[in-house]
């Protein structure tokens, strides 16, 4: 018997957006069985909650500190932390999980800046743990179908890359002010960017992910179309990769209509590929010179990847919390020993904080292009 | 603290389609916790798996028959048995499990006559206990949205309403002798119909479902497109509810290209609804003499039940496994005494197999109008 | 130098609806000019009109009585006539032009009954006339395709097909007194058949179109959904046709959300296809075993029918107008002596009036199977 | 009685893409009949051609020289002068025609330079004729609906326009030697500019047109991912339009799959439009914190540019050739003293060749911003 792994969690408290995901995540197939949590910044409510999902009162902590000194030193500690706090938290706590030799799993945006990204990068590697970030769109089988077509040539040397991440609901100018938005566009709170670090970045990582390959520079433009907003809510990014592919982003957050519009698209000297998160159960697949043909998960001959994360039967639809527990998956496989491709490292975290400072920088300088790699990885 | 349920699963074993949709949807939510399981027809493998899974070694069963012995004088007896045998074993089982005070979520069809169906009906009023039917697409949020709109009068009075449920997947004459695909026609095996039985109740249930109305009589067309085949692979039926609807349901097993096209379209006084389990997130809903719109799972104002059954958020697309997940949680609440509208009954399971009766009676008498309910319901 | 061969219209005033799609259809190809007319019940208006059009004064004519006394013994008489009169003239006015030696274009149905409509393919016969019939979704390339690829053997022998015509347009029951529907739900002006024979007859000729095969018996279940209509606003058809395939067609005036909901799938042996007027320039094909493929308009390698009855490049869309101009195209290659296959022909317009004589006794009998081809076809 | 206007047609000869696009334009609604043409490049088969379509033979010409001497003085001479010769030509053509007093309808790009541009643009106002540049996808019905809304403010003040037109059928590098392919890349042949010259400036025009509002400066980045090109064949383009609306736009040739891929969406304070042009017929609208909905060309209450625009009755589809006979219609409308708003303009196509250079400029300088109005617009 197989008995399921301990699964600790910080953040993702009661009404939270992620947090369910997150608990879905890791109990949809049984693998993990939530022992601790520091879900609230409000302690009480906190540990309120995390006895209300079933932890063990002794495991419902106030704060992560609680949550790290009380787990540290136990026998039965969690053999996985979920850090799911706000942005600016995610660095401290994953460094002092990883120092005390605990598996982490990571929101994104990893860190605040490239420099806490590479000291991350450098801790994982130093304690041998495993350490991801949740880029979960990368985890929905048709994105695997896709890198596994592109990585064994299918489409032939990839010269174009389009992808986009655009919504519409921070599109009222006067729900601005409404606390839950305003703080993506407040420097203080968002660090240099806003659109763009919060939903370009699963872009850059898609088109890095299918690809298998890194950007290497990058001209942006942003705009903020809502004249109160100092950061970013739209953001157009051209982008080379370093084996030469270019690249195009287009995210926003002020294009109403569009509900969920991530999408990519990559063409190859040899056919196209095209993939929409809010189809996520197909991928559109045109050789050179032949038809559109669509390629629906679950059905026969399709790469490993693809098919091991895929759950039920062919067109029966697979949606985002089941994404989220493919790296969930390979999160156990991972602790376990086992090596699994693809689960998304520290070096992504550091490499989209990388990119965000880039086209910060570019913005400001009119387009300039500008390296985009972070400095270890150069 | 809120304990875990206690799950007891009967089938669904190793490599088995609906076994792993089962234990997600038990699992994602943290509610129950797989206790015990007699997994597969073959002892020592279901044993094994069970155990592999986390059962421990003296509740992973040989069969049901040993299942019910060993559970039903435990103080820790599971709360809730799940029946993913064939279809043919259905009845003995749920009726078993009932009469030894168990609550019970039986796959569908319930049962292998109307007979039997009624038999579970008056049983499951008697025991007082918890009896559902796995007509899980009834529990996708956009389902529940539809239903909702309905009986609010949002479209009027139904006068129509047209479903389909066809595959393609049984289309390949020269597989038809592969076993997995033989038996669905072979009337030793399931029984007086095919493809009507095996996904058509699906539709009608969901007609039923949204009109909140019953079908009162149906004429149908059977055709064996396949030749070989004894029991049909592509029927039509037409009905009427006992409110005046008028009904047509389309399924079929040989339309190539087709994967899993099930879907709905209700057309009342005032307006019209869509629904496809492909795109399970939205629901198209065009108002009489406006235009078409687009309602999107997770977008503000949904009714009760469309949005407690949506996890993430709006155009995070959430799919099959979900939506089995939901009829768990309702399951959970219903064991703990709380009250659930929409759970499949009983009386759900009756009525298809009396559809499924009539309609192989209207078949066979070339078209001819059959009454479709349970003698118990006329 | 090819001189524009001579048009005559009856019926198409100012205002109708189909009357544009016969003007646009003549003349977008520079094949016919408009040279006589009779174009409107009013005389006066109608003579006004045609010498808008352009047609002199002495051939704008004030009914179709007057039109053929005046053309009939000019040296420069009309080529062709196209009839697009209120329904229930379509029989003399068209065997009136055929007897006087006209080639004639007729609107959809040819007839009120099946006597006429075998008068019909006696007539056009004996005079060697060409004669057509208005089923001008047949033009569509992509329909000419999907039957060239049917009768190729590109699917193998068709076991199946689906197809529905179905609109909301008629779906107000505030609105059933409007002169301009009332009329199709009333026997005296349409005839035994509301929307079997408005629309459902296009879908049915599409069926024999695309298989090359015709309509041997059929079933029929009719509903008027809006109570005060004598005649079916809905209708389900199943059908065998002579070569066994089954059919199941649906046709609705009261399906509020769908516009013009004509589509058509067809299912054999080795493959499926699909093909929807909304979006008539893609073909869907799925081969058994295969991948669905979107075969757009235009690609390399189409049927030579395809080719040529589409005029720009590849997916730049064609529409109904041109559907309508490729069956003028086929008529003036007729006129002149050339061999055009799939030109509607009498006989399609006396099977369809047979089909909707054999549905309404059907729907009459409780769905009983009726014979449903012209005694002549027998 | 209104007569045919006189029409006259260079280039768009045998075989040619676009010669049927303009003929079934111009005789679709019976307005112009084609009265002398020289049609090709090579003189006899011009003749020969024009012939065959009816033109008489003394104004079937051997080359628009040739045409402009023969017409110039007649009485009849043709009352409007299409060419539809290759790019390098329509300056020298166009300039000697409306010299001569001729109305025009260009093909786009009008000229090759933004000089030749103003030029055209003085003559034009100078001699009082007729004169336009075939941006015809501005004349879909549903893309003047979507102008006709920006233009009452029904999405707002224009916050944000994103655009694109990307195909793949210049993505085979095997066939980058084709002699029509090659030299779009040429720029002996093609000017400074490939993809965006040919088809970026449809969609930068479309920007334009439905914002109601003039380019100011842009920022691009090109590249040729085909490196024998010379040219371009794939670019993006941000730009800000006068009024302060960022702008978007990416085009390709080597988007392997994407057919025809234009498409248009314009985000503004209260909503979103979105419009392409494979599905022509359809404008989706989403009002801010609303739903999607889905505007159908010919529902009531449309625009009335839309209205006259579409010549069927709702969700019969309209195409390409009937968008090119919309500009016919209003060129018609116009040579008879109609004001009709809507037609481009000379300036438009200045404007577009502005943009081409300012791009071009841009790009070589590592996608600096570039001032991108013609000199005489500043």
């Known amino acids: 018997m197989m008995s399921k792994l301990k699964w600790g969690m910080i953040g993702g408290g009661e009404g939270s957006q992620i947090g369910p995901a997150h608990r879905m995540g890791a109990q949809a197939d049984g693998l993990f069985e939530l022992a601790a949590g520091a879900l609230d910044h409000r302690p009480e409510v906190g540990r309120d909650y995390a006895q209300r999902l079933g932890v ?32 600016a938290t995610h660095f401290e706590i994953t460094r002092a999980f990883l120092q005390a030799g605990f598996n982490v799993l990571c929101e994104k945006p990893m860190t605040m800046t490239v420099q806490e990204g590479e000291d991350i990068v450098r801790l994982a590697e130093a304690t041998g743990k495993v350490c991801a970030v949740n880029y979960c769109y990368s985890a929905y089988p048709m994105v695997r179908q896709a890198r ?34 305003r703080w993506r566009y407040d420097p203080e709170m968002a660090g240099v960017s806003g659109q763009f670090a919060d939903c370009g970045i699963h ?14 520079k990058l001209s942006a433009d942003f705009a903020s179309t809502i004249p109160s907003r100092e950061l970013e809510d739209d953001a157009m ?14 995210t926003s957050s002020v294009a109403i209509g569009r509900q969920h519009g991530f999408d990519i698209q990559i063409f190859g000297e040899t056919g196209g590929l095209r993939w929409a998160s809010e189809q996520p159960n197909q991928l559109i697949y ?24 895929s759950r039920v039967a062919i067109a029966h639809p697979e949606g985002f919390p089941l994404a989220v527990a493919n790296i969930y998956v390979d999160l156990a496989a ?30 400001g300088k009119g387009g300039a292009w500008v390296e985009a790699r972070p400095g270890m990885f150069r």
Chains 1, 2, 3, 4 share one sequence.
């Open 286 to 309: 045109t050789p050179l010179g032949g038809r559109t043909q669509i390629i629906e998960k679950g059905e026969a001959g399709l790469s490993e990847d693809a098919q091991r994360m």
């Open 56 to 87: 063990a009162a002794d495991r419902a902590y106030g704060d992560w500190q609680e949550m790290l000194a009380g787990e540290k030193d136990r026998d039965d500690r969690v053999d996985l932390v979920t850090v799911a706090t706000p942005n």
């Open 148 to 181: 596994a077509m592109v990585c064994a040539g299918e489409i032939g040397k990839v010269r174009l890359v389009v992808t986009s991440f655009s919504h519409g609901h921070h599109g009222d100018a006067t729900d601005a002010d409404n606390p839950r938005v």
């Open 237 to 250: 990014v051209n982008f080379r990769m370093c084996g030469g592919t270019v690249g195009r982003l287009w």
């Open 203 to 216: 872009a850059l990582h898609m088109a890095s992910f299918i690809c298998d390959d890194q950007v290497e």
């Open 334 to 363: 991972a602790i376990r020993g086992e090596v699994r491709d693809g689960l998304p490292t520290p070096a992504d975290g550091a490499r989209s904080m990388a990119a965000v400072y880039a086209a910060v920088e570019s913005a």
